[in-house]
C-alpha cells in the first residue's frame, strides 16, 4: 500500500502569510495526487488535481507542484476563509490520504 | 446540478450490520466511479472503497481495514449507491461520505453531506 505523509501536521500562520504544505509519497505515484480543503463539519472540497491542476472555481492564490514522491501545495497570500485542515490524496493506486494538515489563526 | 445524499446512518451494536445509501442526481451513476470515504471523529479522511464505472466493468476494491466485511453496489435504475457494512466493530465509527470520480483518476469533485455511523454496545 502507498503511505502518504504531510508535514507539518499544524501550521499557525497570518492573513496574507505565504504557506507551504508538504506532502511525500511512500513510492513514486507520478502526477497522480490532489488536495482538498475541509472546513468542521463539511465534507471536503477539491482543490487541486494531478498534482498541479486547479479545479474549476478554486482561486488562483492556490498552487499545487512536483511529481514522484514530493508535492506542495502552496496558498499564496493566506486569507481568512482559508483556515482549514488540507489533506493530499494519491489516486495512483487505490487512494490514500495523508494525516491533515491544519491551518490556524497566528 | 451534480447532487450525494447519504442516508442510513444511526447506533448500531458492535457485531452488527448497517447499509448506507448514496441518492444521487444531476448525472447517470453508472457512467462514473463511485467511492465512500470515511472520518472517525476528530480524525483524518479514509478511503474505504469504490465501485468502477460500468465502462470499465462495474468491479468493486476495498481498503484493507473493512475487506470481506464491506461490500460496495449500485443501483442504476434507482441512481444509488450502497454500502453494506456488517461485522461493525467500534473502530468503524465515523461519518462516511460517498464521492463520485470520472475514471479512471480516483479523485473527487464531489462529495455528499455525509451520514454518521456509531458503532457503540
Known amino acids: 500500500d502507498i503511505q502518504m505523509t504531510q508535514s507539518p501536521s499544524t501550521l499557525s500562520a497570518s492573513v496574507g502569510d505565504r504557506v507551504t504544505i508538504t506532502c511525500r509519497a511512500s513510492?513514486?505515484?507520478?502526477?497522480?495526487l490532489a488536495w482538498y480543503q475541509q472546513k468542521p463539519g463539511k465534507a471536503p472540497n477539491l482543490l487541486i488535481y494531478?498534482?498541479?491542476s486547479l479545479e474549476s472555481g478554486v482561486p488562483s492564490r492556490f498552487s499545487g507542484s512536483g511529481s514522484g514522491t514530493e508535492f506542495t501545495l502552496t496558498i499564496s497570500s493566506l486569507q481568512p476563509s482559508d483556515f482549514a485542515t488540507y489533506y493530499c490524496?494519491?489516486?495512483?493506486?487505490?487512494?490514500?490520504f495523508g494525516q491533515g494538515t491544519k491551518v490556524e489563526i497566528k | 446540478e451534480v447532487q450525494l445524499v447519504e442516508s442510513g446512518g444511526g447506533l448500531v451494536q458492535p457485531g452488527r450490520s448497517l447499509r448506507l445509501s448514496c441518492t444521487v442526481s444531476g448525472f447517470t451513476i453508472g457512467d462514473y466511479g463511485m467511492s465512500w470515504v470515511r472520518q472517525a471523529p476528530g480524525k483524518g479522511l479514509e478511503w474505504v472503497g469504490f465501485?468502477?464505472?460500468?465502462?470499465?466493468?462495474?468491479?468493486?476494491e476495498y481498503a484493507a481495514s473493512v475487506k470481506g466485511r464491506f461490500t460496495i453496489s449500485r443501483d442504476d435504475s434507482k441512481s444509488i449507491a450502497y454500502v453494506q457494512m456488517n461485522s461493525l466493530k467500534t473502530e468503524d465509527t465515523a461519518v462516511y461520505y460517498c464521492?463520485?470520480?470520472?475514471?479512471?483518476?480516483?479523485?473527487?469533485?464531489?462529495w455528499g453531506q455525509g451520514a454518521l455511523v456509531t458503532v457503540s454496545s
Open positions: 465501485i468502477r464505472s460500468n465502462a470499465y466493468g462495474g468491479t468493486t
Open positions: 490524496q494519491q489516486y495512483y493506486s487505490m487512494a490514500t
Open positions: 513510492q513514486s505515484i507520478s502526477s497522480a
Open positions: 464521492s463520485r470520480w470520472q475514471q479512471p483518476a480516483q479523485y473527487f469533485h464531489h
Open positions: 494531478q498534482a498541479s
